[in-house]
């Protein structure tokens, strides 16, 4: 019964969403659906919500967000994103290059907020070729790419712990799947925009990667203090705001303004009222139900976990997912790295479809276009992705 209310749940959320109603309307509906179906007392509502401020793993992510959007402000008020674009026309003079590789390396950034940066550039290089629902899905997808494969993720570091496999084995398991998601992306998209850039090309590409450097030493320094000091997200952005501020000699009027026009209250309005459903999820603790009722399937054992793994990423996202799931599923299939390749990838398909991923809320937002509507748009490439893994874990087990 407790699944049936789960998924009236996210019925509620879906049908919201596909009247082209507000997301934080979507959700609100889904508060409200979950807290009368599984009769939250309001004592546990009101420590749900609090808990979004309490605990660090959800702050943090509504700081990084904030203080992300306070450095694209700065970013942009020197015109260093506008020109890295240029760098980029310069050192590939490939219209199609930059905007999949600049979202592959924003890409490497562990945070949400990280979207707005990806946005931006995605939207100076395809606007008047995309339309807002197509830029949002390229935006989100590559973006992502890195996120299935590299161990500045927790996701990647907590399946790999709990399954017991070496992340370089991960890794070049994940070459194809990688490979995949960026030819997926670039087949249905990527092509259609024009490779010419329309500026001349670079005649000095060295000065040009030297003036990429300097345009970009904000990002690439959050990159060093996550991958190689292992700073928190928060703490490495801090830095760098306030070396921008020393370096680019940002006034005490325009630090007033940034201030304020960083506090995006529509983003930060659905992202809180997301971090509130996944805690409402939490609570219920459905999520444990979940293996027991798909036992009971006629499909082969790999598949029952696929498809578990893929349910649960949709409802709660992908740590909660993993964290449940990793342990069942390699006690009962000692599958090894192909196995974890395979979960892996289906996770990754299915959260890129979950109303509680913050970064979908970012892009749909950014792009003034519906949560639905993104979905809708990722939906069958997240399909084929699947698909596509299934078979390829089927190769790596006959070879």
């Not at 009101?46 to 943090?60: D, H």
């Not at 992202?271 to 459903?277: E, N």
Request: proline residues 4%; charged residues 10%.
């Amino acid at each position: 019964m407790q699944i049936l209310y789960l998924g009236i749940t996210f019925a509620v959320i879906i049908t919201i969403l596909a009247f082209r109603r507000p997301l934080y309307q979507a959700v609100l509906g889904g508060l409200a659906v979950t807290a009368i179906l599984f009769r939250i007392p309001s004592v546990e509502v009101v420590r749900c919500v609090a808990m979004v401020f309490t605990k660090w793993s959800s702050l943090s992510v509504l700081l990084s967000f904030y203080f992300i959007t306070f450095l694209q402000r700065i970013l942009e008020a020197r015109s260093q994103i506008k020109l890295a674009q240029q760098d980029l026309n310069g050192i590939f003079h490939n219209r199609r290059v930059n905007t999949a590789g600049a979202s592959l390396f924003i890409g490497l950034l562990p945070s949400a907020a990280s979207m707005i940066l990806c946005s931006e550039i995605v939207k100076d290089a395809t606007d008047g070729y995309l339309e807002p629902k197509e830029q949002a899905f390229v935006s989100s997808w590559f973006r992502h790419i890195p996120e299935s494969t590299l161990p500045t993720y927790t996701t990647v570091l907590l399946m790999a712990n709990l399954a017991g496999v070496e992340i370089g084995t991960f890794m070049v398991g994940m070459i194809v799947p990688v490979l995949t998601l960026f030819g997926l992306g670039y087949v249905t998209y990527l092509r259609r925009i024009p490779k010419e850039t329309g500026t001349p090309p670079s005649k000095n590409r060295m000065r040009d990667g030297v003036n990429l450097f300097r345009h970009l030493w904000s990002l690439l320094l959050i990159l060093l203090l996550i991958l190689v000091f292992h700073v928190e997200v928060v703490s490495a952005v801090l830095i760098s705001i306030l070396l921008c501020i020393v370096i680019y000699k940002v006034k005490t009027k325009e630090l007033q303004r940034f201030v304020v026009s960083a506090f995006e209250k529509k983003m930060l309005g659905n992202m809180f009222l997301v971090l509130v459903l996944k805690e409402f999820i939490a609570y219920t603790g459905v999520l444990a139900l979940l293996p027991e009722a798909m036992s009971s399937l006629p499909l082969p054992g790999y598949l029952i976990f696929a498809i578990l793994f893929f349910v649960a990423t949709v409802i709660s996202g992908s740590t909660g997912a993993i964290a449940m799931g990793t342990p069942l599923a390699f006690a009962a299939i000692p599958g090894g790295a192909a196995f974890m390749v395979y979960l892996m990838c289906i996770t990754h398909a299915a959260s890129q479809l979950s109303p509680t991923h913050i970064c979908l809320v970012v892009a749909s937002d950014y792009f003034y276009v519906s949560l639905g509507d993104l979905i809708r748009k990722t939906l069958p490439l997240s399909a084929a992705f699947c698909i596509l893994m299934t078979i390829y874990y089927n190769l790596l087990l006959f070879l």
